[in-house]
């Protein structure tokens, strides 16, 4: 969280994230390249960093989109989720670099441009064994590059959190792209099914992990309240809100947040500004509501970020009756001082 | 991530989840035929595999050290003569070639021997 933008914000978190990062990117490389020396002696450098960079790129790939559903499903992954920029610009660069040695080991002797080449060096449209591939990963490099290029809060905060990450949703288009890369390409010439188990385990564990996910947050969704008094919802004794903590409630749009601290209850939307987290999967860090993603904070009672920070988050009016929390589900403009439920 | 976010996310993997299995098994199944011819010998252990419907792979392990000054790798198509490279010395080699191939000679150019005369039955 920060008021001014810089490069990287460094910490002691973020420095060991990345330092595990590259440790395994090179003991990976080392590995497959050692392995391969001795395997297959006959093949070139540049065929095994070609096969070395695609192997990593989709490793990589895998372990950044079972971060999310992961952490969904268990909040012991967060600590993963906090950094996976890095990783996906870590991804994205090693894809970079078998885009790039590719197009110049089967594209650059030719006398037309290297780029131009791929699109008709082959057109083989119709058929599934001959097939032009790389176009598939033309097109999956280009929105991977788009991504990691707005990998920043710049661009978050100018491109707004919605249209931002919608477009990093597009990552899921550039996988499906990937896998049949894959399929199309190196999967129609290799006879040992080593290759097609490991992409088949990946992708069958990656859509699992995700419909899994995207079923439990459906249900969260779809769970109905009628206990209706004044406009406002009945949901829950106050006892079933741990401290510091919250509950989250979908009535009508979006998700609600109601926080306890101390003996005050107060609700906030669900989703914070940076990058749509989930803040009532968050917690009360120095009187604070603090995103569990990314640690952007908002105060309770106004949904505003402590200044010098300009996040502020929709509010919502609470009240206690016996020991039972109601929430009026119509939201007060992001920002708007509401005074909290007092807990008697 | 908002609601109208999660829906599209929940449709979308729920989608791949039918697509990607359905597009691992056409891409398997329609796979061309890998025919693979081999040869072995105390020297040479060749395997050639139709890749598909344009290109074939000769594969030859040397096993060991060559007794020839020269080796070269020899494609025979009908009446032509495909010289697909040479081989040098103890380990792997792979020479991309036309389906069409259906004969492969290891030839001492020097000496004017043939040192391996290979025939690879076609379906």
């Known amino acids: 969280m920060s008021a001014s933008y810089q490069s990287i914000l460094w910490n002691r978190q973020k420095k060991i994230y990345d330092c595990i990062i590259l440790g395994f990117v090179l003991l990976y490389l080392i590995v497959f390249f050692v392995s391969n020396a001795f395997i297959n002696p006959e093949i070139t450098q540049e065929t095994i960093i070609i096969r070395g960079t695609a192997t990593l790129a989709l490793l990589l790939l895998h372990i950044i989109l079972s971060i999310g559903p992961l952490a969904r499903l268990n909040p012991i992954f967060l600590p993963l989720l906090y950094n996976r920029r890095h990783l996906g610009v870590t991804m994205f660069a090693i894809a970079s670099i078998h885009g790039v040695f590719s197009v110049v080991q089967f594209h650059s ?66 996988y499906t792209l990937i896998i049949f890369h894959v399929l199309l390409g190196i999967i129609q010439y290799e006879t040992s099914p080593v290759l097609v ?8 564990s990656i859509t699992t992990l995700h419909v899994i996910a995207g079923s439990k947050e459906h249900r969260k969704d779809k769970s109905i309240r009628n206990l209706e008094k004044e406009g406002f919802i009945k949901i829950c004794s106050v006892h079933e809100i741990l401290d510091n903590r919250a509950k989250t409630i979908c009535l009508e749009k979006e998700r609600i947040a109601i926080f306890k601290y101390g003996n005050k209850l107060s609700a906030v939307s669900n989703v914070c500004k940076h990058q749509n987290g989930p803040l009532g999967e968050g917690r009360i860090i120095d009187g604070c509501i603090t995103c569990p993603w990314h640690g952007y904070q908002y105060l309770p009672q106004n949904g505003s970020s402590p200044p010098p920070f300009k996040e502020k988050v929709a509010t919502y009016d609470v009240k206690i009756h016996g020991v039972d929390v109601w929430i009026n589900p119509k939201p007060y403009p992001d920002g708007t001082e509401r005074p909290a439920a007092i807990i008697q | 991530m908002t609601r ?19 597009g691992i098994f056409l891409a398997l199944i329609l796979r061309p035929d890998q025919t693979i011819e081999s040869f ?71 000496k004017g021997v043939d040192i391996l005369n290979f025939s690879l039955k076609k379906p």
């Not at chain 2, 993997?13 to 697509?19: D, P, S, T, V």
């Not at chain 2, 081989?87 to 991309?96: H, I, P, Q």
């Open chain 1, 109 to 174: 002797l030719g006398n037309i441009n290297p780029i131009l080449s791929i699109f008709v060096s082959n057109t083989h449209l119709g058929s599934v064994s001959r097939f032009p591939f790389q176009i598939l990963g033309f097109f999956a490099l280009l929105i991977l590059m788009l991504m990691a290029v707005t990998s920043h809060d710049f661009w978050l905060h100018n491109l707004g959190a919605r249209f931002w990450k919608t477009l990093h949703m597009m990552v899921y288009l550039a």
């Open chain 1, 197 to 204: 188990t490991l992409l088949g385990i990946g992708v069958a």
């Open chain 2, 40 to 110: 072995s010998s105390s020297d040479f252990e060749i395997n050639a595999t139709t890749l598909n419907d344009s290109t074939q792979l000769i594969h030859i392990e040397v096993k060991n050290p060559l007794r020839y000054p020269s080796c070269i790798v020899i494609g025979i198509d009908l009446d032509k003569q495909l010289v697909l490279g040479s081989v040098s010395k103890k380990g792997n080699y792979d020479f991309k070639t036309l389906p069409s191939i259906n004969r492969i000679i290891l030839v001492d150019k020097l």
């Open chain 2, 4 to 22: 109208s976010l999660r829906k599209i996310h929940f449709f979308v993997w729920r989608f791949l989840l039918i697509a990607f299995p359905l």
